[in-house]
């Protein structure tokens, strides 16, 4: 186990939204694929429709704070989320990203990756505000949207199928 302790500053969530989702203890229906050491959700905010996330089980912060163990199966994880993205939508690419701490835009203090379907008729421009913020040619980032559950719940159907183990 890796005892490294992130240096940075973290953002504050009591409960942890994510550790709340791994006990059952709030809305679940939007869970793609669960392991002991992972869940693959559709994420409630979809910059691009179909965007999940593959969250640790136990709650490690950042990604200093997992085990080998879990940092092998969530890349694993996100590499069948991709692959169950492509067969779902025909994407025309994939963007995978990951934030450490508040500067970084981290806004859930529990380890998660981004996996984002792209489409060349996407308008996310440059993808996550803070890579477009980066980027010299980019226009203004687009805002969050929040899907309904019952979106994300329909997302979830449409991509389980393709979430091969």
Known sequence: MN???????????DPCPFCELAAGRIENRH??????????????RQFEIGQLLVITRRHAPTLLDLTD????????????????????FNLDGITVYQNNGVISLQEVPHY??????????????????????????????????????ERAIEI????KPNFEE
């Open 3 to 13: 005892d490294t302790v992130a240096p940075f500053e973290m953002p504050v969530w």
């Open 31 to 44: 869970i793609i694929n669960a392991t002991e050491k992972t869940l693959t959700i559709v994420n409630p």
């Open 69 to 88: 163990d879990e940092a092998v199966e969530i890349l694993n994880k996100v590499r069948t989320a991709a692959e169950a993205l492509m067969k779902t």
């Open 112 to 149: 998660h990756i981004h996996v984002v379907p792209r489409r060349k008729s996407g308008d996310w421009g440059a993808g996550p505000p803070h890579i477009a913020a980066l980027h010299p040619k980019s226009p203004e980032a687009k805002q969050k949207v929040t899907v309904p559950w």
């Open 156 to 159: 979830a159907t449409l991509v």
